[in-house]
C-alpha cells in the first residue's frame, strides 16, 4: 500500500516560485509518478510524471520549461519546483502514483492508482 502527502502549496505573486513535496510511504521505486493540478470548473490535467529507475521525465505544454519534476530516494519524496508562476497555475495540485508501465509518452496521464490530498497553490497578478 502506498500512501502520498503533499505539501508545499501557497499563495504567491505571478513570476515568484514555490517548490511542492510529496512524501511517499511504501515501495514506490518501480512506480510512475507524477504531478496533476485542477483548477475549479476544470478538468484535472497532468502536469508532470517520472520514471525513477530510467530518470524519465514528462511535462504538459503548459509547464515545460518552468517546472521541474525530481526525486529523493532516500527520502521517498517527489518534487516539483514551479518557477515564473503565472495566474493560470493556480489549482490544487496532486500527487500521484501508478505502475511504471505507463511512464511513456501520451500514457503518463493516465495514473491513477494512488493520490495525495491535494495542495493547492494561488497565484496573483
Known amino acids: 500500500q502506498v500512501q502520498l502527502v503533499e505539501s508545499g502549496g501557497g499563495s504567491v505573486q505571478a513570476g515568484q516560485s514555490l517548490r511542492l513535496s510529496c512524501a511517499a510511504s511504501g515501495y514506490t521505486f518501480t512506480y510512475c509518478m507524477g504531478w496533476f493540478r485542477q483548477a475549479p470548473g476544470k478538468e484535472r490535467e497532468g502536469v508532470a510524471a517520472?520514471?525513477?529507475?530510467?530518470?524519465?521525465?514528462y511535462y504538459s505544454d503548459s509547464v515545460k520549461g518552468r517546472f521541474t519534476i525530481s526525486r529523493d530516494s532516500i527520502k521517498n519524496t517527489l518534487y516539483l519546483q514551479m518557477n515564473s508562476l503565472k495566474p493560470e497555475d493556480t489549482a490544487m495540485y496532486y500527487c500521484?502514483?501508478?505502475?511504471?508501465?505507463?511512464?511513456?509518452?501520451?500514457?503518463?496521464?493516465?495514473?491513477?492508482?494512488?493520490w495525495g490530498q491535494g495542495t493547492q497553490v494561488t497565484v496573483s497578478s
Open positions: 500521484a502514483a501508478d505502475t511504471g508501465a505507463l511512464c511513456y509518452p501520451g500514457s503518463w496521464t493516465r495514473l491513477d492508482r494512488y
Open positions: 517520472m520514471y525513477p529507475l530510467g530518470n524519465w521525465t
